[in-house]
């Protein structure tokens, strides 16, 4: 064997194949071949990053969960001079957040959810359809008084002076009422491409007493495949299609038709933040203020059913569906101001 470090001798006893496997693997043509394919998932930081952008000041609620930073979400916290997040200063705030709640009561964590991905399941724009006949003879729902809608038969329309048409009812429950076209519904259950967040609608209620609502979540994964309603007096209902029914001529701006003003100003911020609406993170056994009969009581939530959360209040022992954003809980109602520019944003129109 020879002395020179930079010489290789073979072996006589190497099998031949050796040789010629080490020269097939430096083959470019060898290694596509045996080439692997490896999935890599993508770090939750771009996955939102290719998600539709949310406003600044909030983080989507999957992330929210998930993130090391979801103590930088908005808090309501008594001292403002404290409402900027730091490294320096988290310990100090920790101690004194601790000291002035219990256990079963944090402070409560807004996002701004990402509601959904899907077209149809975000859209807020009527769709461009034929309007569907309403005919003397025809069989639909109509409004009696505010919050009260009974179902009844179109005995005439009427062509007032400035063309606006009525429609005479004459109502299963003895009266009659003569009404606009956005006062009437469908006696029907709708078609799906009719419907659209912002709908006007007509809810059916386990009693058979039908409500007014506004239409504020279509199916999705994230709401377990149901339709969420606002009834006009701001109750929240998941629903199945049977449960609701269209309203026939609606106004184009169906903020008009609710007579609830803190409610009308709800809809409005609700609406234009769609479809990334405000909500608050809560667990069962958490405390909160939510208002009852315009007063705020001390409450528990009971459970959490996506957008909606039961409530129970310690006073009266009652139980409530709330929305998790809702004016009645008493930070969301601070965060959102609602209650001190719904008069400005109604003025100015």
């Known amino acids: ?23 097939d693997s430096c083959d ?27 406003p600044q000041q909030f983080y989507s ?4 969960c998930s993130s090391s930073d979801s103590d930088m979400l908005w808090e309501q916290d008594d001292d403002s001079s404290d409402s900027d997040f730091s490294l320096s200063n988290n310990k100090r705030k920790t101690q004194k957040k601790n000291s002035s709640r219990n256990d079963n009561e944090q402070a409560p964590i807004i ?17 461009n359809l034929p309007e569907k006949e309403v005919a003397v003879g025809m069989m639909i729902l109509a409004k009696r008084k505010t919050m009260k809608w009974q179902r009844g038969k179109i005995v005439d ?16 429950q003895k009266g009659r009422s003569l009404v606009s076209g956005h006062h009437i519904a469908f006696d029907t259950i ?18 058979h007493k039908f409500r007014p609502g506004v239409l504020s979540e279509l199916p999705s994964r994230k709401n377990r495949l149901r339709f969420l309603v606002f009834i006009d007096d701001h109750t929240p209902l998941y629903l199945g299609l049977p449960s609701f029914h269209l309203v026939c ?48 009581q ?21 139980r409530e569906w709330v929305h998790r954003g809702s004016i009645r809980l008493q930070h969301m109602a601070r965060f959102l101001d609602i209650n001190t520019v719904e008069e400005q944003d109604y003025d100015s129109d």
């Open 298 to 318: 001390r409450s528990e939530v009971q459970a959490v059913d996506c957008s909606v959360m039961q409530v129970l209040f310690q006073d009266t022992q009652v």
């Open 190 to 207: 709708p078609d799906l491409e009719q419907l659209y967040v912002g709908a006007r609608v007509v809810v059916r209620f386990p009693d």
């Open 1 to 23: 064997m020879s002395d020179s470090p930079c010489e290789s001798v073979p072996s006589t006893s190497e099998s031949p194949n050796k040789e010629t496997q080490l020269k």
């Open 157 to 172: 329309i009427v062509t007032k002076e400035d063309g606006r048409l009525k429609y005479k009812v004459c109502f299963e």
């Open 61 to 64: 609620e999957d992330d929210s």
């Open 249 to 296: 001529r609606p106004l184009d701006d169906i903020l008009e038709d609710i007579p609830d003003d803190p409610h009308k100003a709800f809809m409005a911020r609700y609406l234009k933040d769609w479809p990334y609406p405000h909500l608050t993170q809560f667990k069962a056994g958490q405390m909160l203020n939510v208002q009852l009969n315009g007063v705020y």
């Open 111 to 127: 996002v701004s959810s990402a509601f959904a991905h899907c077209s149809t399941e975000t859209t807020k724009v009527r769709p």
């Open 28 to 54: 470019p043509l060898s290694l596509i071949k045996t080439a692997v394919v490896v999935l890599t998932r993508l770090p939750d930081y771009k996955i939102s990053a290719l998600r539709p952008p949310t």
